[in-house]
């Protein structure tokens, strides 16, 4: 597994088919090649952020079409899970547009945590920052993962972001670590970074202490009213991605590597090489918070020409960590 930035950096030198081998190789040794995890992703409170992320389409700080929408219902958001339990996702995430939680609103969150859970679902939320104690709250509510991304790298940030600092959300990240949840952390790709940019960002999530268990890479939909609508940049080329989606695999062994955001962008083919990259989850549903996402339907067509099957969701027996004390 290579570890510093200059073997990270490597790997994108390669020759494209030598460099797939070497991460669908990886890839076999840890996960069935066939299989792929599904999540799906709620937005349970959209809009009216404070943050300047400069592709978001909820920030209060731009003019996009997204319309504000308060906390949802603990009724809403457990139908939704339902519904995404029936389509087959195994872990469903709660998005919330927050530079980071209100302690009444965490309340109200932990109380969907539970329920979904209850469910037997995996949870996954994403609520912004976390302030001190906030992490041991969600997870004495039964939270699995807890979703907070470094979206690019540390040299690239400050042309993205300028409310909050890289050094911020590696903050979160610790915080999460300390109360014992697994970490989903990733980035954005097409945002103006150059080749170096994306080695030192999977440099810098290969480098946490644990890895992140789950590692998102999503590609910058371009959302009409947010700085990176309309940017010069040449598109990101598509095999640079598929490169990039490698290269996270090797860096990151055991982490599930997911599709996200960008994937209506993505023809089937361009998909087919992701998985065979070393990508073994996507986000499932019609939409990403407030961004188009493949319908199921589509996915699962794709599905049945590749011959992969989602995965299911393996539930431990309700003694096991009686057992195991």
């Given at each position: 597994?290579?570890?510093?930035?200059?073997e990270?950096a490597a790997l994108?030198e390669?020759?494209?088919?030598d460099?797939m081998?070497?991460a669908?190789?990886?890839?076999?040794?840890?996960f069935?090649p066939?299989?792929?995890q599904l999540?799906t992703?709620?937005?349970?409170k959209?809009?009216?952020?404070?943050e300047?992320?400069?592709?978001?389409?909820?920030s209060?700080?731009?003019a996009?079409?997204v319309e504000n929408?308060?906390?949802?219902?603990?009724e809403?958001?457990?139908a939704?899970a339902?519904?995404a339990q029936a389509?087959?996702?195994?872990?469903f995430?709660m998005?919330?547009?927050?530079r980071?939680?209100?302690?009444k609103?965490?309340a109200r969150?932990?109380?969907?945590v539970r329920?979904?859970?209850?469910?037997g679902?995996?949870?996954?939320?994403?609520?912004?920052?976390?302030?001190d104690?906030?992490?041991?709250?969600?997870?004495?509510?039964?939270?699995?993962?807890y979703?907070?991304n470094?979206?690019?790298s540390r040299?690239?940030?400050?042309?993205?972001?300028?409310?909050?600092?890289?050094?911020?959300?590696?903050?979160?990240?610790?915080?999460?670590r300390a109360a014992?949840?697994?970490?989903?952390?990733?980035?954005?790709?097409g945002?103006g970074?150059?080749?170096a940019?994306?080695?030192?960002?999977i440099?810098?999530?290969?480098?946490?202490?644990?890895p992140?268990e789950?590692?998102?890479v999503?590609?910058?939909?371009?959302v009409?009213?947010t700085?990176?609508?309309?940017?010069s940049?040449?598109?990101?080329?598509?095999?640079?991605?598929?490169?990039t989606?490698?290269v996270?695999?090797?860096?990151?062994?055991t982490?599930?590597?997911?599709l996200?955001?960008?994937?209506?962008q993505?023809?089937?083919?361009l998909?087919?090489l992701?998985?065979?990259a070393?990508?073994?989850?996507?986000?499932?549903g019609?939409k990403?918070?407030t961004t188009?996402?493949?319908e199921?339907?589509a996915?699962?067509m794709?599905?049945?020409?590749?011959g992969?099957q989602?995965?299911?969701l393996v539930?431990a027996?309700?003694?096991?960590?009686?057992?195991?004390?």
């Open positions: 597994m290579p570890h510093d930035l200059a990270i994108f390669l020759p494209f088919s460099l081998y070497r669908q190789t990886v890839h076999r040794r840890h069935d066939n299989a792929v999540s992703l709620l937005s349970i959209t809009g009216g952020c404070s300047d992320c400069g592709y978001c389409s909820q209060a700080r731009f996009t079409a929408q308060a906390l949802l219902s603990q809403e958001v457990v939704a339902r519904a389509r087959g996702a195994t872990r995430c998005g919330a547009a927050w980071g939680p209100k302690e609103d965490l969150v932990a109380q969907m329920a979904v859970k209850a469910l679902l995996e949870t996954c939320a994403t609520l912004g920052q976390l302030r104690g906030q992490a041991e709250q969600l997870a004495e509510a039964g939270l699995d993962f979703n907070h470094l979206d690019t040299h690239h940030y400050g042309e993205i972001v300028h409310t909050h600092t890289y050094d911020d959300r590696l903050g979160t990240l610790k915080k999460v014992g949840l697994k970490m989903c952390c990733g980035g954005i790709m945002m970074e150059s080749r940019d994306r080695a030192q960002f440099a810098e999530l290969a480098a946490l202490d644990p992140p789950s590692v998102p999503n590609l910058l939909v371009h009409p009213g700085p990176l609508a309309d940017r940049d040449p598109a990101l080329d598509p095999i640079e991605f598929v490169r989606v490698a996270a695999r090797l860096a990151m062994p982490s599930f590597v997911r996200s955001a960008g994937r209506s993505m023809p089937d083919h998909q087919a992701c998985f065979l070393g990508a073994n989850s996507i986000f499932y019609d990403l918070l188009p996402n493949p199921s339907d996915d699962l794709l599905f049945e020409k590749l992969i989602p995965l299911a539930v027996p309700p003694d096991r960590k009686t057992a195991e004390a």
